[in-house]
């Protein structure tokens, strides 16, 4: 395979080569879950395209550690703790385990290490000593500890902030804020008595949101690693506040790409619990389609635009799936693949990671004329990278249940006798069932649908 991965980098508003630092080894950070809900089918977009980028990375020939954290304390976890009554680990531990049972049914590599914010406060704690030290962070008098940004002068250089946006002197101690907010951020949270916290040399207190990622991946990755990722909307603040405090510690540059995911809609509208359109992996299942046409659908939108979700483009997805998989049912598979098409496919994904394009080069290649093996041995090389799960489907031929057979069979009996009325309505009760007909040369082809 060649190596000529070109990536878009966030840093530079370019499209560039990706060079890792210690070749084959590549280092990569991903924002990981707040653990205070199931993910949405926007976070689940964002992950299905993080593990589009590690999978392209490895067909490259590159050995990828991934790290991703997990968010168990922050300021919606600890207020929805609270109103459960129940501990912090009570409270995130059922999200945890569903976070990860979403991702094995959308056949997401798991990262490397996973490492959770609580299990890293005294890391956290030395970290910010030093930002202190440094003068980059002030204690203000409740004992909060602020990362000070105009001691960074760099500071809006990944969101390319205006820098007339910047209020001197300002700051902010929620874990989220917008925009407009451009504040000195908390990095330690002084608490109340009988609040959920930790011992520091400033009193009692927490540490912010933006502190863990820099800590965690630094730990894992070194002060410097390959690709930092996670979704648009993380650009700022918190990725520009990661820069500030990693690169305000160490003086090098903390991650050399960063890599954000789009947004998903739905129905063209951002997603919102108010709006009654947030739907999880759950929402979908219960609807009766299959995770895996989820991660079809994430494989039609290119991660740079917007995906727009709609219970008719996720039917669409379902269905091209179903016929993907029909069409390779009676494939065998050979040691020689069909090398234009591969040469094209990894073009594709090669090129910031034009899946959509990839996706129409394996329909091109089921469609076209090659014999079916050759076609087989090429399709397997590009699941490497989609994850549909067709090596399940391919060469095996569905298993019809004994009583469709039997309504099969008996309407191929009336078709041949003419009796069309009848015939149709053997189609239709065969459909029922769950499986449909189509009528070949070579005698009646049963499918799957849903
Ligand atoms: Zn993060």
Same mark, same amino acid.
Request: proline share 4%; glycine share 6%; net charge negative.
């Given at each position: $395979?060649?190596?000529?991965?070109?990536?878009?980098?966030?840093?530079?508003?370019?499209?560039?080569?990706?060079?890792?630092?210690?070749?084959?080894?590549?280092?990569?950070?991903?924002?990981?879950?707040?653990?205070?809900?199931?993910?949405?089918? #926007?976070?689940?977009?964002?992950?299905?395209?993080?593990?589009?980028?590690?999978?392209?990375?490895?067909?490259?020939?590159?050995? @990828?550690?991934?790290? $991703?954290?997990?968010?168990?304390?922050?300021?919606?976890?600890?207020?929805?703790?609270?109103?459960?009554?129940?501990?912090?680990?009570?409270?995130?531990?059922?999200?945890?385990?569903?976070?990860?049972?979403?991702?094995?049914? !959308?056949?997401?590599?798991?990262?490397?290490?996973?490492?959770?914010?609580?299990?890293?406060? #005294?890391?956290?704690?030395?970290?910010?000593?030093?930002? @202190?030290?440094?003068?980059?962070?002030?204690?203000?008098? /409740?004992?909060?500890?602020?990362?000070?940004?105009?001691?960074?002068?760099?500071?809006?250089?990944? %969101?390319? !902030?205006?820098?007339?946006?910047?209020?001197? =002197?300002?700051?902010?101690?929620?874990?989220?804020?917008? *925009?407009?907010?451009?504040?000195?951020?908390?990095?330690?949270?002084?608490?109340?008595?009988?609040?959920?916290?930790?011992?520091?040399?400033?009193?009692?207190?927490?540490?912010?949101?933006? &502190?863990?990622?820099?800590?965690?991946?630094?730990?894992?990755?070194?002060?410097?690693?390959?690709?930092? =990722?996670?979704? @648009?909307?993380?650009?700022?603040?918190?990725?520009?506040?990661?820069?500030?405090? %990693?690169?305000?510690?160490?003086?090098?540059?903390?991650? $050399?790409?960063?890599?954000?995911?789009?947004?998903?809609?739905?129905?063209?509208?951002?997603?919102?619990?108010?709006?009654?359109?947030?739907?999880?992996?759950?929402?979908?299942?219960?609807? =009766?389609?299959?995770?895996?046409?989820?991660?079809?659908?994430?494989?039609?939108?290119?991660?740079?635009?917007?995906?727009?979700?709609?219970?008719?483009?996720?039917?669409?997805?379902?269905?091209?799936?179903?016929?993907?998989?029909?069409?390779?049912?009676?494939?065998?598979?050979?040691? &020689?693949?069909?090398?234009?098409?591969?040469?094209?496919?990894?073009?594709?994904? /090669?090129?910031?990671?034009?899946?959509?394009?990839?996706?129409?080069?394996?329909?091109?290649?089921?469609?076209?004329?090659?014999?079916?093996?050759?076609?087989?041995? %090429?399709?397997?090389?590009?699941?490497?990278?989609?994850?549909?799960?067709? /090596?399940?489907?391919?060469?095996?031929?569905?298993?019809?249940?004994?009583?469709?057979?039997? !309504?099969?069979?008996?309407?191929?009996?009336?078709?041949?006798?003419?009796?069309?009325?009848? %015939?149709?309505?053997?189609?239709?009760?065969?459909?029922?069932?769950?499986?449909? $007909?189509? /009528?070949?040369?070579?005698?009646?082809? @049963? *499918?799957?649908?849903?």
């Amino acid at each position: $395979m060649t190596v000529s991965l070109k990536l878009y980098n966030t840093l530079t508003r370019q499209v560039e080569e990706f060079k890792p630092l210690n070749p084959p080894h590549v280092g990569m950070y991903t924002c990981g879950p707040t653990v205070h809900d199931f993910a949405h089918i #926007g976070n689940l977009r964002t992950f299905i395209f993080e593990d589009l980028l590690q999978k392209v990375l490895e067909a490259e020939g590159y050995k @990828v550690v991934r790290v $991703m954290n997990l968010t168990d304390i922050e300021d919606k976890i600890i207020k929805k703790a609270k109103e459960k009554g129940v501990s912090l680990e009570e409270f995130t531990t059922p999200y945890e385990l569903a976070f990860f049972e979403d991702l094995r049914k !959308l056949n997401i590599k798991y990262a490397d290490i996973y490492p959770k914010a609580t299990e890293h406060i #005294g890391g956290m704690v030395k970290y910010i000593e030093v930002l @202190v030290k440094k003068g980059l962070a002030y204690v203000a008098e /409740d004992g909060s500890v602020y990362f000070d940004i105009s001691k960074f002068p760099e500071y809006g250089k990944l %969101s390319q !902030l205006d820098k007339r946006e910047v209020k001197a =002197g300002a700051r902010v101690k929620a874990d989220e804020y917008s *925009k407009e907010d451009v504040q000195d951020f908390a990095l330690w949270k002084s608490v109340d008595p009988g609040e959920v916290g930790y011992d520091s040399p400033w009193g009692r207190g927490r540490p912010g949101w933006h &502190i863990e990622c820099s800590v965690m991946s630094q730990q894992y990755l070194g002060e410097t690693f390959d690709i930092h =990722g996670g979704a @648009v909307d993380l650009i700022f603040p918190h990725h520009e506040n990661e820069i500030a405090q %990693s690169e305000g510690k160490t003086g090098k540059q903390f991650s $050399m790409f960063f890599v954000e995911g789009e947004h998903l809609l739905v129905n063209g509208q951002k997603m919102a619990k108010s709006l009654k359109n947030y739907f999880t992996l759950r929402d979908i299942e219960a609807k =009766g389609f299959e995770p895996l046409a989820l991660r079809y659908l994430a494989l039609t939108a290119h991660y740079r635009d917007k995906l727009n979700f709609t219970w008719k483009s996720l039917q669409a997805a379902q269905n091209a799936l179903n016929n993907l998989r029909e069409e390779v049912r009676d494939w065998d598979q050979s040691k &020689i693949g069909c090398a234009e098409y591969e040469r094209r496919f990894f073009n594709a994904v /090669d090129n910031d990671l034009n899946v959509p394009q990839a996706l129409a080069i394996l329909w091109e290649l089921v469609k076209s004329d090659y014999p079916t093996s050759a076609k087989a041995e %090429s399709l397997l090389k590009f699941d490497k990278i989609l994850g549909l799960k067709l /090596d399940e489907y391919l060469g095996k031929p569905l298993e019809v249940p004994e009583e469709v057979q039997k !309504l099969v069979d008996q309407r191929e009996k009336v078709r041949k006798n003419k009796d069309f009325q009848k %015939s149709d309505e053997l189609r239709d009760e065969i459909k029922k069932m769950g499986y449909e $007909m189509e /009528d070949t040369p070579t005698g009646p082809k @049963v *499918k799957k649908v849903l």
